[in-house]
């Protein structure tokens, strides 16, 4: 959860924009995207500069990725330069991790989306285990395992209950939700939410069809909560009870922000 949630405009463009890599030959049709493959990889992303080159570098050009969109929320750092140096598509959104995600998802071209976070690291061959997954009929879309990285109390906590949470059918983006975009406009897409819009995206998928979790293990960064892993758990709980209570994101985001 790194954005403040706050509507912003990025600078120098109008929401949607697209920019492209410097391998693209640039914006166009859904039928003019660089690679062949039918996967696109919707990354959001806010002041990435440490995490982005890593992630961008599993996926940029891999098997059956057809192209990489860096959704950016009006970063002041090198996010943008570093996204477009590594060869991947920059859509300019308004500020919020669900706007961000919409954004790029209808700047995407290709028929499969994969919504990965900034610093969440791929396994190798990722897009080739989606695509085998989606190959039944019955799945809509997806995760992979998640882990979280280093190997401290926090991590292996928050790594375990990731585990138990996917068992009781609870699915966030830190896993690298992956979707049929017919399945995807047929749900109504993401909601422009700043906190649970993956959630909210996977509850409306599993009620669609079948959600399947890949036994591949993707690594997020444990940043988040790396010396207050308590806190984080408290945090965590309490803001879940207050969103199936009702609460709104929005408001969410906003006591997230005060923490």
Request: hydrophobic share 45%; net charge positive.
């Amino acid at each position: 959860m790194n954005w403040d949630g706050r509507p912003s405009p990025a600078p120098g463009a109008p929401a949607g924009t697209r920019t492209p890599g410097p391998s693209e030959p640039g914006p166009g049709s859904r039928d003019a995207a660089p690679r062949g493959g039918t996967l696109s990889v919707v990354i959001p992303a806010l002041n990435e500069e440490v995490c982005l080159p890593e992630t961008l570098r599993r996926v940029v050009g891999a098997p059956g990725i057809r192209e990489v969109l860096v959704v950016d929320g009006g970063s002041d750092d090198t996010t943008v330069a570093t996204a477009q140096n590594a060869g991947a598509v920059v859509v300019l959104s308004e500020r919020g991790r669900g706007a961000q995600l919409r954004a790029g998802a209808a700047a995407a071209s290709g028929e499969l989306l994969w919504f990965l976070h900034a610093d969440t690291l791929s396994p190798p061959a990722a897009a080739l285990g989606i695509e085998e997954a989606l190959r039944d009929p019955r799945v809509v879309g997806g995760a992979f395992t998640v882990r979280f990285s280093g190997d401290s109390r926090g991590a292996r906590f928050f790594t375990r209950a990731a585990a138990v949470l996917r068992r009781i059918g609870l699915g966030y983006g830190d896993a690298g939700i992956f979707v049929r975009r017919d399945a995807y406009d047929r749900v109504g897409g993401i909601a422009p939410f700043p906190l649970f819009e993956d959630l909210d995206l996977v509850r409306r998928l599993q009620r669609a069809g079948k959600f399947v979790i890949l036994p591949a293990a993707v690594v997020t960064s444990s940043r988040r909560f790396e010396g207050r892993a308590a806190r984080t758990l408290f945090l965590w709980v309490w803001l879940h009870v207050l969103y199936w209570l009702g609460v709104p994101p929005v408001v969410l985001a906003r006591l997230y922000r005060r923490k």
